[in-house]
């Protein structure tokens, strides 16, 4: 079992609405990523977090997307409007440091109808 | 930019014989390498890591992998593939200040009895 924590594991929605994402990191963590994962390809990066930092958000979709951390805990990703585009599974992951393995949640698959 | 090429999308072998999945990377310094396992529906789980040293490396589940900087290449091998090695494998190149990690697309492996 997954020892970073996601919440939802499935989430549907139309488009045009507002879905959002939570992740709890392994205790100890500082640094916390979110990846999206499409269909039949590797993840990629959204937004990186050090403690409560941006190291690099260059890849998330700012009109729409947005994240947070609060100290050292829990990070929520937050879509609006979603897009049909945005139908893909969104993993966190969370390390002890910027250059330490990372360790991955069992996912958000979203699903925009 | 670094990248991370899989060539291989899907690979059948059978139960018992040996298996070698191919990661070619690019990245103009040494970078740090990873293989990674991801079941249906699941998160991705490390199986081993390349920083330095010894350019052999162990994993879990009886994988392991050779850097071979000349070739810019991170293979992963295991001499007897189980049945419930079925998943998808991706390599990935942690790089940059930040070290998120730049994925390869995977690769599906099959397992026939």
């Known amino acids: 079992e997954a020892e970073v924590a996601q919440s939802p594991r499935y989430k549907i929605t139309e488009k045009s609405q507002a879905v959002a994402f939570w992740c709890d990191p392994i205790?100890?963590?500082?640094?916390l990523y979110w990846y999206r994962q499409i269909l039949g390809q590797g993840p990629e990066l959204l937004v990186q977090?050090?403690?409560?930092?941006?190291?690099?958000d260059s890849q998330l979709p700012k009109d729409r997307f947005s994240a947070e951390r609060l100290k050292e805990v829990d990070s929520t990703l937050k879509i609006q409007p979603a897009e049909l585009g945005d139908s893909a599974m969104y993993l966190c992951?969370?390390?002890?440091?910027?250059?330490?393995?990372?360790?991955f949640g069992d996912g958000t698959r979203l699903s925009i109808l | 930019a670094q990248s991370v090429t899989q060539p291989d999308i899907h690979i059948t072998v059978s139960e018992g014989a040996s298996l070698e999945l191919r990661c070619n990377y690019s990245?103009?310094?040494?970078?740090?390498l990873f293989w990674y396992v991801q079941s249906p529906g699941q998160g991705l789980q490390l199986l081993l890591k390349?920083?330095?040293?010894?350019?052999l490396v162990q994993g879990i589940k009886g994988f392991e992998a050779e850097f071979k900087r000349s070739q810019s290449s991170f293979n992963l091998r295991k001499p007897s593939v189980h049945w419930s090695d079925a998943a998808e494998y991706f390599c990935?190149?942690?790089?940059?200040?930040?070290?998120?990690?730049?994925f390869g697309k995977g690769t599906s492996l099959l397992v026939t009895p």
């Open positions: 205790s100890g963590h500082a640094t």
């Open positions: 990935a190149v942690g790089a940059g200040s930040g070290y998120a990690l730049n």
């Open positions: 977090f050090q403690d409560e930092s941006v190291v690099d």
């Open positions: 390349y920083f330095s040293g010894d350019t």
């Open positions: 992951a969370s390390s002890f440091g910027v250059n330490q393995p990372q360790h």
């Open positions: 990245y103009g310094a040494t970078p740090y």
